[in-house]
């Protein structure tokens, strides 16, 4: 019988490395210098994450649960083998890999991540939202239209959570690499519009000002390395016209506390609920690191 990973919260394969105390989490930390720029601009970027043979095991594991007739299918929160409103286009889009997949299960406790998110929320303690998986084929991937994260998560309170995107292929400009726009984590809460539609669609909630500012940052990554962002923070990623696909992972956390403002479903596409006051902290939201 194949096994649903949410139940085991830690490590259950050697492929990452694994911290056992503060000591072993220092040497993934990031600077002060770092930890400002993500305060002053929203975001920090160029963070290795992943070795090579991290990269290749996921991208192995990637191309066997993308299979829609997987065992462990059912298993997912959302599968989206094309979510491009653009019919000339696809976007595949993912949650819940991780409950199918040791590596993508892994990913969550790797040092890498976890210290780094820890010093990003204020060296909470951090627990585990949700993953996801954005990938775009060569020749004809489509976009993800500007969006704040926060906004498809307010029923989670309060706003402390972070995302972490992580490249398994180089992401360029050519294959539609994320594009950030600095500074926007405060212009507050805008609407959430569909994710794979009209890429410029929330500019119009935007006033004059906020308008003349967006001057968008391609996040050009080399596989293996990360940009983190703030749950406010425009982002949104071009076409991908290229000879080469872009794929990438996605880890999205929260402060450990961080509550439930809903009684109904809190992750789309599964019957987990959270009762409205409660702590997000049953077995859907392990805890991957202790204050430090
Ligand atoms: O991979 C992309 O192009 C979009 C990623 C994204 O929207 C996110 O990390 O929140």
Redesign the pocket.
């Known amino acids: 019988m194949e096994k649903d990973l949410a139940n085991f919260h830690y490590p259950i394969s050697t492929l990452f490395p694994r911290a056992s105390c503060e000591a072993d989490y220092e040497p993934f930390a990031l600077s002060a210098e770092q930890v400002e720029h993500f305060e002053e601009f929203g975001y920090v970027t160029n963070v290795k994450i992943l070795e090579e043979e991290h990269v290749d095991a996921l991208n192995q594991d990637l191309a066997e649960i993308a299979d829609p007739n997987h065992p462990l299918h059912h298993l997912f929160y959302e599968f989206h083998s094309n979510q491009s409103t653009d019919p000339d286009t696809v976007l595949f889009h993912s949650l819940g890999h991780w409950r199918i997949s040791k590596s993508f299960h892994d990913a969550l406790w790797n040092p890498a991540f976890v210290k780094p998110a820890s010093q990003l929320l204020g060296d909470k303690a951090v627990r585990f939202w949700h993953d ?1 998986l ?1 990938c ?1 084929p060569a020749g004809h991937g489509g976009v ?1 239209a500007w ?1 704040q ?1 926060y906004s498809y998560w307010v029923r989670t309170v309060p706003m402390q959570h972070l ?1 972490c ?1 992580i490249g398994l292929d180089d992401a360029t400009q050519e294959n ?1 690499c ?1 594009n950030y726009v600095p500074g926007s984590h405060r212009w507050g809460l805008l609407e959430r519009l569909e ?1 794979g539609g009209e890429m410029d669609a929330i500019f119009q909630q935007l006033n004059e000002e906020q308008q003349q500012q967006i001057k968008p940052v391609p996040m050009e990554l080399k596989k293996g390395h990360a940009c983190f ?1 703030h749950p406010l923070m425009l ?3 071009y076409e991908n016209k290229s000879d080469r696909s872009r794929r ?1 992972m ?1 880890l999205n956390v929260f402060a450990d506390g961080t509550m439930s403002d809903t009684d109904d479903v809190m992750l789309r596409g599964t019957d987990i609920r959270i009762p409205k006051g409660q702590a997000l902290n049953t077995k859907y939201f392990p805890l991957l690191k202790t204050a430090g």
């Open positions: 996801q954005f775009k993800v969006h994260d995302t995107w539609g994320l994710l962002h982002h949104g990623s990438a996605v």
